[in-house]
């Protein structure tokens, strides 16, 4: 297929490559012809190609990577707002994926001082630390780090479920009702980034929850690294 903008319109040019990604001729993660190819099929300058990738690359659509060339960017699979709580497996499962679990390591931990701090006022003596991988569609998406009282859900327990939510409400009788969330972008990720099966240019979203009962007990933190590729989330924001 080829395009005809001879009025040199980086706009045209614009919706040209939208509409070759939009119609399957170029693919998710597929490299790009080079600026040259494009510019014989596009009609414009290698100056107008050079425009509109970099306009594609803001907005998201195109990602350059130094010294390989430019790929259509992977569309999130998963989008949800930040301000909606749920466990990583309901929204892999809204997306319309099938959520699974691998598990790396699962251990009893004395308490460090930030734990204490963090589950403060409580007092645990020991907690269980969950390492896991979760799955789309068997796909690594997620890279999740958790800690509970152990007292509260033994280590042996959290195994056989899929959901630590679930398993505090039908184990532990206790249900998240907010959490406290801090989120923050983060690059490769020299141990995670490989089991999630990232690329080395490829960014992670670092997002690390309390999570709280309706009277306020603090009962799971966790720590998960998100593919930014896969998951996006947004937030809904009101004037007062």
Known sequence: ????????????????????IEDGHFKEKEKLPTEYELSKRFGVSRQEIRKAI???EEENILIRRPG????VHAKPIVSSGIEQLGSVTDMIRKSGKKPGVQYISAEI??????????????????????????????????????????QMLPVELIQSQESIFQALKKHAHKEIDYA?????????????????????DQA????????????NEP?????????????????????L
Request: proline letters at 5%; hydrophobic letters at 40%; one cysteine or more.
């Open 180 to 200: 406290v969330a801090h989120i923050e972008p983060i690059g490769y990720h020299e141990r995670i980034s490989p089991i999630l099966k990232c690329e080395p």
């Open 68 to 71: 390989v060339g430019v790929f």
């Open 219 to 239: 009962i799971l933190y966790s720590v998960n690294f998100f593919r930014a590729d896969v998951f996006s989330f947004h937030v809904l924001r009101k004037t």
């Open 1 to 20: 297929m080829h395009y005809n903008v001879n009025n040199g319109s980086t706009t045209a040019t614009i919706h040209g490559i939208k509409s070759l």
């Open 54 to 56: 970099t306009i594609l």
């Open 204 to 215: 992670l979203l670092l997002l690390r929850q309390m999570h709280y009962t309706k009277d």
């Open 109 to 150: 931990t004395d308490p460090r001082d930030e734990d204490m701090r963090r589950f403060a006022p409580l007092e645990v003596e020991k907690f269980a630390k969950i390492e896991r991988v979760r799955t789309a569609d068997d796909e690594p998406v997620v890279y999740c780090i958790d800690r509970v009282d152990h």
